[in-house]
C-alpha cells in the first residue's frame, strides 16, 4: 500500500490559483495523517478499511467517495474515535489521537451528519451553544459566537435563534448542524452525507455555502459523499476507494478527470468527464458580458435607444441596491413605458456558483445567458452560452495535461488487480457476508 508524503503541498488544482487561495489567509486546519490503518470489526473476518496510508493535508477539503460499503464512514469515524482501528495510527498535527481523551478530542472536531441530528427538544441556539458551553465558554461568548454562525451559515439570528429544529426547514435544519459543527472553532471537521437529506436546490446552495464558509475558515474538512459531482465541486482532492478502503486514486479532482488511474475510477467519475470540469471552474473566472442597465422607473424608451446604439438586444433593469430587477427585450422596452421590476424569476447566478450550475441556469433560461451578481446580490454582468461553450472546449484540451501532485496516491491497474485477487482466494468477499454486518451495532458512540 503507498503512503503519501506529510509534505507541505504545493496547490495546483484549477481552484488553487484562483481568488479564493489567495496566500495571506490563514490556515485554521490541521493535518490528519492515517498511517496503515486497518479495521475490522467484531465478529467479522474480514477489514472494512485495510491498511488506509493518507495525508490530508491542513486547511483542505477531501472528499472520501466509493460504493456503498467500502468504508468511507468507518474511515471518517475513526477519525473522532466514534470507531477504533484495530492496528495502525491515525494522527491530527502530529499527536496519535489515541493519546487524548475521546470526549476531549470530539470537542475539537466538528462532526456534520446528514439532516443536522440537532436535538429537537432544544432551540437553535442552544444546538448551537452544545460544545462551547461544554468548553465552558461565558454567556456573552457562547451567544456572540451562537449570532455569528447563524449570519455564517446564513440565517438571521434574531429570525432563527429561537427556534425549535421542527419550525425549520431540511435545509435550514442543515445549516444549523453546520453552524454546531463549526460552534468551538474546531481544526478539523467531519461530515458524512451532510446535504444527502435536501433537495438539489437546497443542495446546490449549501454546497456553495460551504464553499464561502471554507474560503473564510481554512478547515480541515473531511467529507463522505455517494455523490461524485459533489466531490468534484467541493474537494480540494478525492479519495476514491474501493472495497477494504483500498485507494483506487487520491487526487486533485482536475487529475482525477484529467487521468483516471484506472478502469474502476474511470467508471466511478462516468464517461462524461470533460463536462464535469464545469464543476471545477467558478463564474468568477470568466469573462462576463457588460450590458446596458436602466433603474426601476426609469424611461423604457430611452434604455431601448441606449441598448440599440450599444448593439444589445435587452436592458437589465436594477433596484436602489443594484440588484437585478428585470431582463427585458428592447421591443419590451419601448412597449412598457416605465421600467419595472420583472414578478418572473430572472436566471441569476452567484459569481461563486460553478460553470455547471451556471449551464443549467442557462439552460432553462430565454435570453442565451444569465446574470451573475456579486457581493450583496448585486449586478456584476452577464455570463454568455457562447463563453461556457468556448470555455468547455478550452478545459477539455487542458485536461489532457493534468500534473499529478506529491500527495496523490494512483495505484497501477497490476496492484488493484492483485488486491482483487486476494479477495477471491479469501472467504468470497472481503468483507465476510454483508448481511451479519449491521451498521448500527459496534462501537457507535
Ligand atoms: N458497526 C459495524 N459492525 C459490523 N460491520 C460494520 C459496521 N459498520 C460498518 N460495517 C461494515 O463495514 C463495511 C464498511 O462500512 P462503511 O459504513 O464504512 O461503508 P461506507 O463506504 O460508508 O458505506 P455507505 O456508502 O453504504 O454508507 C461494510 O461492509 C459494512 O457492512
Known sequence: MSTASTEAAEPRD???????????????????????????????TAPAVDSLSLTIPAGQVVMFVGPSGCGKTTSLKMINRLHEPTSGTITIDGEDIRSKDETELRRHIGYVIQGGSLFPHMSVRDNIALVPRLLGWDKKRVASRVDELLDLVGLSPERYRDRYPRELSGGQQQRVGVARGLAADPPVLLMDEPFGA????????????????????????VCVTHDIDEAIKLGDRILILQEGANIAQYDTPANILAAPANSFVEDFVGSDSSLKQLALMRVSELDLHDAVTARVGDDGAEAARAARSARQGGVIVLDDKRRPAAWVGLREAERVGTLRASSRDLEVVDHRATLNDALDSMLAASHGGVLVTGRRDEFLGVLEFDTVTEHIQTLTREARTGESDEYAITPSEDELQDSSVEDDTGSGSKHGSEDDADPSRGEQA
Open 14 to 44: 484549477a481552484r488553487d490559483t484562483g481568488e479564493a487561495r489567495s496566500a495571506d489567509r490563514s490556515v485554521s486546519g490541521a493535518e490528519i495523517v492515517f498511517d496503515d490503518v486497518t479495521k475490522t470489526y467484531p465478529g467479522q
Open 198 to 221: 435536501v433537495d438539489p436546490i437546497t443542495r446546490q446552495r449549501l454546497q456553495d455555502e460551504l464553499m464561502s464558509i471554507q474560503e473564510e475558515l481554512q478547515k480541515t474538512i
